[in-house]
């Protein structure tokens, strides 16, 4: 009776097509949207994942997120310097300054300020120069998407495309001049801006003079220090606030979710496709049963029991499932493929599959039973009818 | 000397649909003969189609008794009236019901599948019966691809593949024009029929009159009189 039940499916071409096509759709929206969504989550703490090397992060006590900068006085390095555990402190400066470009525009740059000797801290992949070319003067290192897109110079020509900066050109930051030593590679930041490395002093000098200009303290434990432990007690020692780097990418992660609107976002449009995908899926389905009712109702008179009849009718449903969930992540994933160099935030973590995988598998049940009820119900004595 | 096959007493079934009551059958007594083919004649809408649901069970009465064979399928669990009808039961409609999917082979073999016949047996069968009734070419066409005679002949290969005792047929000729009508009959009564196959078919079609043993002429719900070249004491 399998046998007839998927012959029956896919006899019905354009039926079959439309139910695959719904569950196709609706598991393309439930995973390719969540991808987005846990790419874009990512991006707002890649900055803390690209500095790496530092155990334990040290910031007044009132920041909520990476980007919420609330500067420190240096003389709070000496004091995280002086606790016990600790292996290094270095200072970073995390700022927001204004880049004056070649044509007289300006573009926001995010600076960040390393240690002027250890230069800890720095981009985690270079794609030219090296890092410790910051410390010829003027120095910085820019990420290389920012001098594709947002630092690169205009071109000449009305639809030329714009000039990629090299190593050598310069920039104005905050009036000051800067010379590109080095090109980065960097995770993009969620709000993908520009990223500049320069040394922590030289940052000092390109910032708006403030008495407080220090970000973060990053702070490396000695070997077998226990990292809740020091961060209890650089809090408790300076009454600012130490977070592992794991802890400050779920606290930026977490007031992200808080926040903003782009968790309810991202829940709407899942719960459209899923609505959407379930009343195309869903409705071809039942329509599908309807049709072939007198079909069910020939087998029924000839003896085919109930049970069988809704053996029958979940193996339809589990089959077209089947394929319109393949159909659904594998678009997504060639959708992740296709984006994999644009500006579009993806992440396609297996917990995904297992999401819009129960989420296609509800739709399936749900029209299944639809139609189990209808024909369970069924009245054999149709059969005569005209 | 053959037995009864089939043994209504007093059968009445009402539609109830809102507050409107059809009495379709109103006290049905007819008895039909192992081996016989009963015709069913009657005007539209007298209780025919109705009383051959009844028969083949898969419609309840509301009152009096229908037996086959001598067993009483009102008072089968629904498991055991199944089985019943899969075994026993071999039915011929007027708008051949066959699935439009499977060629015609597949739908041959569709009874003996429910029966539960492994596939490969069921269609060897299938195929056999198939040259019967004149279709062994034909075994691997959709009904689709078939005239209305040959699916007619398919479905009636498919009444008969799995050896039932009865077999019902509602109007099996009106969707036919009169040739094919009539070799459908041809077949009926000389492949379909035999001392152990009773079939009852139902039929305004008066060309095909001649084919019946007996003729029950219904109206309103009743019998009014059973004619026919063989009275049931003959053909007992
Ligand atoms: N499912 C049903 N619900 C309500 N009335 C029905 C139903 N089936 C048949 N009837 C009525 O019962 C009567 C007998 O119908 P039927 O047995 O189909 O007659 P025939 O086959 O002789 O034309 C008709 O009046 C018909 O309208
Ligand atoms: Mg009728």
């Known amino acids: ?89 270095m200072p970073m400066y995390k700022g927001l300054l204004k880049a004056r470009l070649t044509d007289g525009t300006f573009q926001t740059c995010n600076v960040v300020g390393l240690d002027d000797t250890t230069l800890i801290g720095g981009p985690p992949v270079m794609l030219a120069g090296r890092i410790e070319d910051l410390r010829r003067s003027d120095g910085i290192i ?7 897109e947002k630092l690169a110079k205009p071109s000449g020509t009305p639809n030329g495309k714009p000039i990629q900066l090299q190593i050598g050109d310069s920039l104005e930051l905050n009036d000051h001049r800067a010379i590109i030593v080095g090109i980065a590679k960097v995770t993009r930041t969620f ?11 030289r940052a000092k000098s390109y910032a708006p003079k403030e008495r407080k200009l220090l970000s973060f303290v990053l702070v490396k434990a000695k070997p077998q220090q226990n990292l809740t432990e020091l961060s209890q007690r650089i809090r408790k020692n300076t009454g600012l606030a130490a977070y592992t780097q794991q ?3 779920d606290l930026t992660y977490q007031y992200f979710m808080k926040n903003t609107g782009i968790p309810i976002n991202f829940g709407i449009s899942v719960l459209l496709g899923f609505i959407v995908g379930a009343a195309i899926a869903g409705q071809t389905f039942y329509n599908f049963t309807l049709e072939n009712i007198r079909q069910f ?45 644009t500006i579009l935030a993806f992440r396609f973590p297996w917990q995904l599959l297992v999401f819009s995988g129960a989420g296609v598998s509800l739709i399936c049940m749900f029209a299944a039973l639809l139609s189990i009820v209808k024909v369970i119900r069924l009245e054999p004595a149709i059969v005569f009818k005209g | 000397m053959s037995a009864i096959a089939v043994h209504c007493q007093n059968l009445v079934k009402i539609y109830a649909t809102g507050n409107q009551k059809v009495t379709a059958l109103n006290g049905i007594n007819l008895d039909i003969a192992q081996g016989e083919l009963m015709m069913l004649v009657g005007p ?18 509301d009152d009096g008794v229908c037996e086959l064979f001598g067993q009483n399928i009102l008072k089968m669990r629904s498991a055991e009236k199944l089985k019943f009808r899969a075994q026993n039961i071999g039915f011929v409609f007027q708008a051949f019901n066959l699935l439009p999917a499977l060629n015609a082979m597949e ?36 009904p689709a691809e078939l005239s209305g005679g040959q699916q007619q002949r398919v479905a009636i290969a498919r ?62 719900g009743h019998i009014v009189n059973v004619s026919g070249s063989k009275p049931l004491h003959e053909a007992l």
């Open chain 1, 191 to 201: 709000q993908s801006q520009p990223v500049i490395y320069t040394t922590y002093s």
């Open chain 2, 159 to 220: 009444a008969l593949v799995h050896s039932p005792r009865l077999i019902v047929c509602d109007e099996p000729t009106s969707a036919l024009d009169h040739e094919s009508g009539r070799n459908v009959m041809t077949l009926l009564k000389d492949v379909a029929l035999h001392k152990d196959r009773t079939l009852v078919i139902v039929t305004h079609d008066a060309r095909i009159f001649e084919f019946a043993d007996r003729m029950a002429k219904m109206d309103d």
């Open chain 2, 107 to 142: 739908n041959v073999s569709v009874p003996l599948i429910i029966n539960g016949v492994r596939r490969q047996t069921a269609e060897r069968q299938a195929a056999a019966v198939l040259e019967q009734v004149g279709l062994g070419e034909r075994r691997k066409s959709l």
């Open chain 1, 247 to 249: 802890e400050f990418m």
């Open chain 1, 1 to 89: 009776m399998n046998r007839i039940a998927l012959k029956m499916l896919m006899g019905d071409r354009g039926k079959y097509f439309g139910i695959v096509m719904g569950l196709t759709f609706a598991s393309l929206i439930m995973t390719q949207q969540p991808a987005i969504f846990v790419g874009l989550m990512t991006r707002t703490f890649s900055f803390i994942s690209d500095v790496g090397l530092p155990d334990i992060w040290v910031m007044d006590a009132k920041v909520q997120f990476v980007d919420d900068i609330k500067p420190l006085q240096d003389t709070e390095l000496y004091r995280v310097r002086g606790i016990s555990g600790v292996e290094w402190a």
């Open chain 2, 44 to 61: 539209s809408g007298c209780g025919k189609t109705t009383l051959i649901s009844v028969i083949a069970g898969i419609l309840d009465q």
């Open chain 1, 142 to 148: 820019v990420d290389i998407d920012a001098l594709k």
């Open chain 1, 297 to 341: 109702g020939v087998l029924k008179a000839m003896g085919t029991s109930n049970w069988t009849l809704l053996r029958m009718i979940l193996l339809q449903a589990i089959l077209v499932g089947l394929i319109g969930y393949g159909m659904g992540v594998g678009l997504t994933a060639w959708f992740g493929y296709a984006m994999r160099n």
